[in-house]
């Protein structure tokens, strides 16, 4: 494996080689900008749909975080199969 300036190269036993550029590296969004696009979109999510759809495991500090530039509010849920859970709920606009 060799590293030429933004450029990697990997050697395969077979003696070929890959070239991996690194130059146009794609954007990945943070959790926090998918936990706000979330709200924005259905107004609230649960830890339950942070796994499930994004396997965010750690909502509550998502939502921490969000609160420095946000209003998000804490309500509580139930239901049978989870019991009693959080409910974050944001205004949509």
Same mark, same amino acid.
């Given at each position: 494996?060799?590293?030429?300036?933004?450029?990697?190269?990997?050697?395969?036993?077979?003696?070929?080689?890959?070239? @991996?550029? @690194? @130059?146009?590296?794609?954007?990945?969004? +943070?959790?926090?900008?998918?936990?706000?696009?979330?709200?924005?979109? /259905?107004? %609230?999510?649960?830890?339950?749909?942070?796994?499930?759809? /994004?396997?965010? +495991? %750690?909502?509550?500090? %998502?939502?921490y975080n969000l609160?420095?530039?946000? +209003?998000?509010?804490?309500?509580?849920?139930?239901?049978?199969?989870l019991g009693t859970?959080?409910?974050?709920?944001m205004e949509v606009?």
């Open positions: 494996m060799l590293n030429g300036g933004r450029h990697l190269w990997i050697t395969y036993d077979t003696g070929d080689l890959l070239m @991996f550029n @690194f @130059f146009k590296v794609p954007e990945q969004e +943070t959790q926090e900008q998918t936990v706000l696009a979330h709200l924005k979109k /259905y107004g %609230r999510i649960t830890s339950m749909e942070a796994i499930s759809k /994004y396997g965010i +495991t %750690r909502l509550a500090a %998502r939502i609160r420095e530039e946000y +209003t998000i509010k804490t309500e509580e849920g139930q239901n049978k199969r859970h959080a409910v974050y709920k606009a």
